[in-house]
Nanobody
């Protein structure tokens, strides 16, 4: 059973930074792509950023220039560096990995941006 475990969430002031980690229980080379998604209270889950097996990245317009997704293949971990955080970034952040037709999600980590 593949597991994705997120960490790194917390409470941060506006303008601050956080780095989220997603540790996979298997080689991340096996995933077609991995990504970060978020869901705010009362809203639909939305894409934040994805990274393909070849390293190509994709970002939501709302986070471009502020967030960076990266991967460490040796550690089987995907990261989301979040800078210049805004209150509207407050959400539960989920890691996702897609391998062929299989779709895996982590349990989520809470990010709260508030003064």
């Amino acid at each position: 059973q593949v597991q994705l475990v997120e960490s790194g969430g917390g409470l941060v002031q506006p303008g601050g930074s956080l780095r989220l980690s997603c540790a996979a229980s298997t080689s991340i080379f096996s995933f077609n792509f991995m990504g970060w998604y978020r869901q705010a209270p009362g809203k639909e889950r939305e894409l934040v950023a994805t990274i393909g097996s070849g390293g190509n990245t994709n970002y939501a317009e709302s986070v471009k220039g502020r967030f960076t997704i990266s991967r460490d293949n040796a550690k089987n971990t995907v990261y989301l560096q979040m800078n210049s955080l805004k209150p509207e970034d407050t959400a539960i952040y989920y890691c996702r990995g897609v391998r062929v037709s299989l779709d895996y999600w982590g349990q989520g980590t809470q990010v709260t941006v508030s003064s």
